[in-house]
């Protein structure tokens, strides 16, 4: 504690709404007074409380009382926040993006404890502003979270430093003998301590179990250990007990790294392209660039396409390549001096005459990027279906009705499912018959933008323009149209009208995939989709000043429902048409299967739609197995729902994901654990029916398929 105040003030905040689980807050509040009465140093502290505290009682208490150590005890839901009270006696979540940049205006705040389970994610994005910041990895017990605030106000009452303070805690709860002792992390400004672990950079692994991957995995891990550094390895750093998931998402958030061995195998792993969402993610709510993110190609030539995806989240990241041994030792040391220099993932290119890490080949205006991955017959399904190819399912009559519809002056498709569903597949299709009738069509992922480009509206609105300019040729006129001090969104529209729909002579038909990606920034949302919707409003409806908006037309993809509360009336989420993917039906899947030349007939596809549910990429996972005679039709029903089954990756992602919101894991569990539908709070089952997992039935709730029924089951118990 190194600041020269005599006392430090401790702001104790409390909040448990009215509609969350009771926790013995005043007890806690008691154990912490009393830690400190008894302590030598008990002068040198004093304790200010603030009780049912909400967003701006949080805010006034750190501005009048100007704290040393923030100590807040309530609730915490993983990615959705921390629980405060709304005022009415309910709760309230504030954003881990809130609370950093709330606490980045106190710099002489020296500790933050956030005593609520799941609050470890706040924790990381607070610590950049804030020494110490302590956070949990999961739920803790009221008895342990009490018994840990006494140990660590013991040792700051004996004068023991932060890191030592928090040691008491934890020996706190191993006295106790209760089962937390992992639970309570210490984030330090720049790295994460925990004490049972070396010091050193975080490395987290990522490979494919099988040779040579795993091989090639284990000598990276066995180098930088050697060198001193923390790796992580799945197979080598598990130990018995550990559960699983909250492992694999404690070591990637800790991480600074992620060493991306890709084979062609795990590049189309759900699993992966998670892990790489998550350092993505996780680099936006830091705002730095770590965990910086190092791949490798494993026997894949760079010029073999990622799926989707993954190629959204690589495009502008230096990759290597391994194709024998021979490149193992060169590649080890290239590895370890980047650890030890701290480099971030834009590395600077080497010379020519070097390997080096690569980028795969930019498509050039000629050579649009296509919107799919290539999932033929001999390829491990994943990713969108090419438009070639004979897998494609039609859902008729959505196909023919899109095809009718995106022809019309003005017209706008919204296309949402949950993932894997066919959303891209579908879109790829519709601009396809829109260049076939003489369009001109240009699909944008915004999977494809840096993370930062969507905190600022005027770099996300040039970004589109950039990606709009570039493939009509017109990219050079950009800047011109960008001077000058009016706003981004007049500059915005006035170069797509000017510049863009005045220059062609054919309709322009513009898909926007990926744009939930937009979502979690809500007031960049809420201007964006404005603009968007405007546009639909000018070119269906007309504009007095200009009839060249009567040229767009708009196709939106989305994952899943707005989650923030946008302006439904200034967005274009209530306009146009709707499309919403369903799962296939029998008739879909007897067909599929003849297409992949898997016997079976009708019984097969009765118990595949019993096993899956009709789930686009599940059923064709199932077939492709079938198809290699991988497995038989029994061993795929008797092993479908195990870690060694064919579906473990994708089961895995679900469950990382509910990791990240406690108050949906429970919500599945209750769902799960009936055999008959069960009624949920409205928003969970809205929830759980985006991300795919239930169907609703009026308020009712029930398990997608039988996998899920029986994964989750045992995996959320």
Same mark, same amino acid.
């Given at each position: /504690?190194?600041?020269?105040?005599?006392?430090?003030?401790?702001?104790?905040?409390?909040?448990?709404?009215?509609?969350?689980?009771?926790? $013995?807050?005043?007890? @806690?509040?008691?154990?912490?007074?009393?830690?400190?009465?008894?302590?030598?140093?008990?002068?040198?502290?004093?304790?200010?409380?603030?009780?049912?505290?909400?967003?701006?009682?949080?805010?006034?208490?750190?501005?009048?009382?100007?704290?040393?150590?923030?100590?807040?005890?309530?609730?915490?839901?993983?990615?959705?926040?921390?629980? !405060?009270?709304?005022?009415?006696?309910?709760?309230?979540?504030?954003?881990?993006?809130?609370?950093?940049?709330?606490?980045? &205006?106190?710099?002489?705040?020296?500790?933050?404890?956030?005593?609520?389970?799941?609050?470890?994610?706040?924790?990381?994005?607070?610590? %950049?502003?804030?020494?110490?910041?302590?956070?949990?990895? &999961?739920?803790?017990?009221?008895? +342990?979270?009490?018994?840990?605030? /006494?140990?660590?106000?013991?040792?700051?009452?004996?004068?023991?430093?932060?890191?030592?303070?928090?040691?008491?805690?934890?020996?706190?709860?191993?006295?106790?003998?209760?089962?937390?002792?992992?639970?309570?992390?210490?984030?330090?400004?720049?790295?994460?301590?925990?004490?049972?672990?070396?010091?050193?950079?975080?490395?987290?692994?990522?490979?494919?179990?099988?040779?040579?991957?795993?091989?090639?995995?284990?000598?990276?891990?066995?180098?930088?250990?050697?060198?001193?550094?923390?790796?992580?390895?799945?197979?080598?750093?598990?130990?018995?007990?550990?559960?699983?998931?909250?492992?694999?998402?404690?070591?990637?958030?800790?991480?600074?790294? !992620?060493?991306?061995?890709?084979?062609?195998?795990?590049?189309?792993?759900?699993?992966?392209?998670?892990?790489?969402?998550?350092?993505?993610?996780? &680099?936006?709510?830091?705002?730095?660039?770590?965990?910086?993110?190092?791949?490798?190609?494993?026997?894949?030539?760079?010029?073999?396409?990622?799926?989707?995806?993954?190629?959204?989240?690589?495009?502008? #990241?230096?990759?290597?390549?391994?194709?024998?041994?021979?490149?193992?030792?060169?590649?080890?040391?290239?590895?370890?001096?980047?650890? $030890?220099?701290?480099?971030?993932?834009?590395?600077?290119?080497?010379?020519?005459?070097?390997?080096?890490?690569?980028?795969?080949?930019?498509?050039?205006?000629?050579?649009?990027?296509?919107?799919?991955?290539?999932? @033929?017959?001999?390829?491990?399904?994943?990713?969108?279906?090419?438009?070639?190819?004979?897998?494609?399912?039609?859902?008729?009559?959505?196909?023919?009705?899109?095809?009718?519809? #995106?022809?019309?002056?003005? %017209?706008? #498709?919204?296309?949402?499912?949950?993932?894997?569903?066919?959303?891209?597949?579908?879109?790829?299709?519709?601009?396809?018959?829109?260049?076939?009738?003489?369009?001109?069509?240009?699909?944008?992922?915004?999977?494809?933008?840096?993370?930062?480009?969507?905190?600022?509206?005027?770099?996300?609105?040039?970004?589109?323009?950039?990606?709009?300019?570039?493939?009509?040729?017109?990219?050079?006129?950009?800047?011109?149209?960008?001077?000058?001090?009016?706003?981004?969104?007049?500059?915005?529209?006035?170069?797509? @009208?000017?510049?863009?729909? *005045?220059?062609?002579?054919?309709?322009?038909? !513009?898909?926007?995939?990926?744009?939930?990606?937009?979502?979690?920034?809500?007031?960049?949302?809420?201007?964006?989709?404005?603009?968007?919707?405007?546009?639909?409003?000018?070119?269906?409806?007309?504009?007095?000043?200009?009839?060249?908006? *009567?040229?767009?037309?708009?196709?939106?993809?989305?994952?899943? *429902?707005?989650?923030?509360?946008?302006?439904?009336? &200034?967005?274009?989420?209530?306009?146009?048409?709707?499309?919403?993917?369903?799962?296939?039906?029998?008739?879909?899947?007897?067909?599929?299967?003849?297409?992949?030349?898997?016997?079976?007939?009708?019984?097969?596809?009765? $118990?595949?739609?019993?096993?899956?549910?009709?789930?686009?990429?599940?059923?064709?996972?199932?077939?492709?197995?079938?198809?290699?005679?991988?497995?038989?039709?029994?061993?795929?029903?008797?092993?479908? $729902?195990? *870690?060694?089954?064919?579906?473990?990756?994708?089961?895995?992602?679900?469950?990382?994901?509910?990791?990240?919101?406690?108050?949906?894991?429970?919500?599945?569990?209750?769902?799960?654990?009936?055999?008959? +539908?069960?009624?949920?709070?409205?928003?969970?089952?809205?929830?759980?029916?985006? /991300?795919?997992?239930?169907?609703?039935?009026?308020?009712?709730? %029930?398990?997608?398929?039988?996998?899920?029924?029986?994964?989750?089951?045992?995996?959320?118990?």
């Amino acid at each position: /504690m190194s600041s020269t105040d005599s006392v430090r003030r401790i702001l104790f905040l409390a909040a448990n709404p009215q509609n969350t689980g009771r926790l $013995q807050l005043d007890k @806690e509040a008691q154990g912490v007074k009393s830690s400190l009465q008894l302590a030598k140093h008990r002068d040198r502290f004093k304790i200010i409380a603030e009780w049912a505290v909400g967003a701006d009682e949080l805010r006034r208490a750190l501005l009048e009382h100007e704290p040393h150590i923030v100590h807040f005890s309530g609730h915490g839901e993983g990615q959705d926040g921390l629980v !405060l009270d709304d005022g009415q006696g309910k709760k309230k979540r504030v954003t881990s993006k809130a609370l950093a940049r709330l606490f980045k &205006q106190f710099p002489g705040i020296e500790c933050v404890l956030l005593n609520a389970c799941y609050s470890d994610i706040q924790a990381q994005a607070i610590v %950049s502003h804030v020494p110490y910041v302590i956070g949990m990895n &999961q739920a803790i017990g009221d008895e +342990a979270a009490i018994k840990f605030a /006494m140990g660590f106000y013991d040792g700051l009452g004996y004068g023991r430093s932060y890191p030592a303070a928090f040691e008491f805690g934890l020996s706190a709860i191993d006295l106790e003998d209760l089962p937390e002792t992992a639970t309570p992390v210490l984030n330090q400004k720049g790295a994460v301590v925990t004490p049972e672990l070396p010091q050193g950079c975080r490395v987290f692994i990522s490979y494919r179990d099988q040779l040579p991957d795993k091989q090639l995995a284990q000598a990276f891990f066995e180098a930088l250990e050697a060198a001193g550094q923390t790796p992580f390895m799945a197979g080598t750093s598990l130990q018995l007990g550990d559960t699983w998931v909250q492992r694999i998402r404690q070591e990637l958030d800790r991480s600074d790294y !992620l060493l991306l061995l890709l084979s062609p195998q795990s590049a189309t792993s759900e699993m992966v392209t998670e892990e790489v969402r998550r350092a993505k993610r996780l &680099q936006e709510e830091r705002q730095v660039a770590h965990p910086a993110i190092l791949p490798i190609r494993v026997q894949f030539p760079l010029e073999h396409p990622l799926n989707y995806d993954l190629r959204g989240y690589l495009q502008q #990241i230096h990759q290597r390549e391994w194709h024998t041994e021979a490149n193992t030792a060169g590649l080890i040391a290239e590895v370890v001096w980047l650890v $030890q220099q701290g480099a971030e993932q834009q590395i600077v290119p080497p010379t020519p005459e070097e390997e080096s890490f690569q980028t795969p080949a930019i498509e050039s205006v000629e050579h649009p990027p296509l919107p799919v991955a290539d999932p @033929e017959l001999k390829r491990e399904p994943g990713g969108s279906v090419r438009l070639t190819s004979s897998l494609y399912v039609e859902r008729s009559p959505i196909e023919a009705d899109c095809f009718e519809e #995106i022809m019309q002056p003005g %017209s706008l #498709i919204r296309i949402k499912a949950p993932r894997q569903m066919g959303k891209t597949s579908l879109m790829a299709r519709i601009l396809n018959h829109a260049r076939e009738q003489g369009c001109q069509a240009i699909s944008l992922s915004f999977q494809r933008a840096d993370h930062d480009v969507f905190t600022d509206l005027d770099r996300l609105l040039r970004w589109v323009c950039e990606q709009l300019g570039r493939r009509l040729k017109r990219l050079k006129e950009l800047d011109d149209y960008w001077a000058g001090d009016y706003g981004s969104k007049d500059k915005c529209n006035v170069y797509l @009208e000017e510049c863009l729909l *005045e220059e062609i002579d054919a309709p322009l038909v !513009l898909g926007l995939d990926e744009v939930d990606m937009v979502f979690p920034h809500r007031e960049i949302a809420d201007s964006f989709f404005a603009l968007v919707r405007s546009w639909y409003e000018m070119a269906r409806y007309g504009d007095l000043m200009s009839e060249l908006w *009567e040229k767009l037309r708009l196709v939106v993809v989305h994952s899943t *429902e707005v989650y923030v509360p946008l302006n439904i009336n &200034q967005s274009p989420f209530n306009v146009g048409k709707n499309v919403e993917l369903p799962e296939f039906t029998f008739e879909q899947i007897l067909d599929l299967s003849g297409r992949y030349g898997v016997s079976g007939g009708e019984a097969l596809a009765q $118990q595949l739609l019993q096993l899956v549910g009709g789930h686009p990429y599940l059923v064709r996972k199932a077939l492709y197995h079938l198809r290699r005679q991988d497995l038989s039709l029994r061993e795929l029903v008797t092993t479908a $729902q195990t *870690e060694g089954g064919i579906y473990n990756d994708h089961l895995r992602r679900h469950l990382l994901n509910l990791q990240d919101y406690p108050p949906l894991a429970a919500a599945l569990r209750q769902v799960v654990s009936q055999s008959r +539908a069960v009624e949920i709070d409205a928003e969970s089952a809205f929830k759980l029916e985006s /991300m795919g997992l239930v169907a609703l039935q009026g308020n009712k709730a %029930s398990p997608r398929c039988d996998v899920y029924r029986q994964y989750f089951c045992d995996h959320l118990a």
